[in-house]
């Protein structure tokens, strides 16, 4: 892999986080069956899983929880490795919290139905469970149904809206803050601009910019002045036009590759020594 596809992959996801959301998806889908449906088919006695049989159906509530618990662990875990790219796009941000409330409502069903389909300690659980539940099939019954819809579902609702207003917050605040990173960090280096995107010393040259928002050394009729918004750096030409536009990624600024921008897509600038 080159240095332009590990540019590029690094503004998506991992593969293996896609994997889990896909595989966590497929699970609750089943779970919906299972609490909501009811899986019940008097033909079969036992249940056979990875070599393992289970001959008592009440073990599979147990099962699906212990498994949601290992679902959920991998999500959170496999989003906390993600990149800073990754985990600072707002939309990524909000599906990930969106998959996390709809992971602990799993969760919370799945234990409800363990409660009630095994004994803890001895001692069974109380007889109102029951009343939350089909006894004849297993399955959640319609007041269940109605409670989840009610009260689950207001709750989800909410705390979906408290995460997006969290989330949108933040991002207003470190919109301005990360501005100002991005303008000490620039005027206060030098950087290496590697304009055709490839790591070569005979295609590069190295950049200062001013506090006044002007290319110092470095700069040309494509590379006259700069500015930031919104956490970008933007590259404007002697005309005024956005030339190029970069996101900062820890010590180097790497092209978007935007549409809209007139330069050769790759580009990015590595931090030199201070000014």
């Not at 919290?97 to 009630?116: E, Q």
């Not at 190029?244 to 931090?271: A, P, Y």
């Amino acid at each position: 892999m080159n240095d332009s596809d590990k540019r590029k992959e690094s503004r998506s996801p991992t593969d293996v986080y896609l994997k889990v959301k896909r595989w966590s998806a497929i699970f609750w889908i089943v779970c919906t069956f299972y609490f909501f449906g009811g899986i019940e088919d008097s033909s079969i006695k036992k249940l056979e899983f990875l070599g393992l049989r289970i001959g008592d159906d009440s073990l599979i509530p147990v099962l699906l929880f212990f498994i949601s618990i290992y679902m959920l662990y991998n999500l959170v875990f496999c989003w906390e490795v993600q990149n800073s790219i990754v985990k600072s796009d707002i939309f990524l941000k909000v599906d990930y919290r969106i998959h996390i409330i709809v992971a602990f409502l799993f969760l919370f069903f799945s234990l409800l139905n363990t409660l009630y389909s095994v004994r803890l300690f001895g001692i069974h659980i109380p007889t109102v469970l029951s009343e939350l539940f089909d006894i004849s099939n297993g399955a959640l019954s319609s007041a269940m149904v109605s409670i989840f819809s009610a009260s689950i579902g207001g709750i989800a609702t909410m705390i979906s809206a408290a995460s997006v207003a969290v989330v949108l917050r933040k991002l207003r605040f470190a919109k301005s803050e990360q501005d100002h990173v991005i303008f000490e960090e620039i005027t206060n280096f030098k950087w290496k601009f590697y304009y055709t995107g490839k790591r070569s010393e005979d295609e590069s040259k190295v950049m200062t910019f001013t506090s006044e928002g002007k290319i110092e050394q470095g700069a040309n009729g494509n590379e006259a002045s700069w500015i930031v918004r919104n956490g970008i750096l933007e590259i404007l030409n002697g005309k005024g036009d956005v030339y190029s536009r970069f996101k900062k990624d820890g010590d180097v600024f790497r092209h978007t590759n935007d549409d809209d921008t007139l330069s050769l897509r790759d580009q990015f600038m590595e931090k030199l020594e201070k000014k």
